[in-house]
C-alpha cells in the first residue's frame, strides 16, 4: 500500500522569501510517481509539478521545485520567492506503477496550508 | 480551452437521498478519475475509467457507482446518502498519452452537503 505523509500542517513564509514542504512517502514499489498540488479556496486541484522515480534529476517547474531524496523517501516542495498568490493548500501525492489501470489511483496526504505573510 | 467542467457546483441533499454528479473531461482527455474529498482531509480515490471501462475502484460502498459516456463524461452516483458523504466530490481528467501523460487536471469540485 502506498502512504504520503504530510506533516506540517501549517507553514507561514514572508513575500519573496524561499519555503520548502515536506512530503515523505511509503511504496514497496520501484515504479512511482510523485505529484504536488495546491488548492486555493475555490476548490480545485492545482497541478504544480511532478517527479518519476526513475528520472535523474529533480523536476522543475519555474519557481518550484521538487527536492526528490530516493533513499530518504522524502519528495519535498520548495517554492522560491514566494508571493500572496501562493497561500493555499498544499499536497503531496503518489500514483501507482503503471500496469496499464488504474494508474491515476493517486493517494494524497494531508495537507499544509501555506500562508505568505506581505 | 476549456478546462475539466463539474455540476452541479452546490447541492443539499437529505439522509436516505440519492445523487448524480456530472464531469465533463478536457477534450481528446479519455480518462475520468472521481476524488471525495472531507473537509480538512486530502482527496481520496474513488474511481477510474478509461475507454468507457472501469478501471480501478478505492474502498468506497456500493452505494457508489459510476459511468463513462461514449463522449468521455462521467457521472457519479451515490444512493442512499450519509452525513458522512458530505465532501468535495473532484473529477479529474488525463491525457493517457503524449507529454503529460502522469498529469491529473482537476474541476473545481461538487461540493454535497447532507442533513
Known amino acids: 500500500a502506498q502512504k504520503i505523509t504530510q506533516t506540517q500542517p501549517g507553514m507561514f513564509v514572508q513575500e519573496k522569501e524561499a519555503v520548502t514542504l515536506d512530503c515523505t512517502y511509503d511504496t514497496s514499489d520501484p515504479s512511482y510517481g510523485l505529484f504536488w498540488y495546491k488548492q486555493p479556496s475555490s476548490g480545485e486541484m492545482i497541478f504544480l509539478i511532478y517527479q518519476g522515480s526513475y528520472d535523474q534529476q529533480n523536476a522543475t517547474e519555474g519557481r518550484y521545485s521538487l527536492n526528490f531524496q530516493k533513499a530518504r523517501k522524502s519528495a519535498n516542495l520548495v517554492i522560491s520567492a514566494s508571493q500572496l498568490g501562493d497561500s493555499a493548500m498544499y499536497f503531496c501525492a503518489m500514483r501507482p506503477p503503471d500496469r496499464g489501470g488504474s494508474n491515476y489511483k493517486l493517494t494524497f496526504g494531508k495537507g499544509t496550508l501555506l500562508t505568505v505573510n506581505p | 480551452d476549456a478546462g475539466v467542467t463539474q455540476s452541479p457546483t452546490h447541492l443539499i441533499k437529505t439522509r436516505g437521498q440519492h445523487v448524480t454528479l456530472r464531469c465533463s473531461p478536457i477534450?481528446?482527455?479519455?480518462?475520468v478519475s472521481w476524488y471525495q474529498q472531507v473537509l480538512g482531509q486530502g482527496p481520496q480515490f474513488i474511481f477510474q475509467y478509461y475507454e468507457k471501462e472501469e478501471r480501478g475502484r478505492g474502498n468506497f460502498p456500493d452505494r457508489f457507482s459510476a459511468r463513462q459516456f461514449p463522449n468521455y463524461s462521467s457521472e457519479l452516483n451515490v444512493n442512499a446518502l450519509l452525513l458522512g458523504d458530505s465532501a468535495l466530490y473532484l473529477c479529474a481528467s488525463s491525457p493517457t498519452s503524449g507529454r503529460g501523460i502522469w498529469e491529473l487536471f482537476f474541476g473545481e469540485g461538487s461540493r454535497l452537503t447532507v442533513l
Open positions: 477534450s481528446g482527455h479519455k480518462s
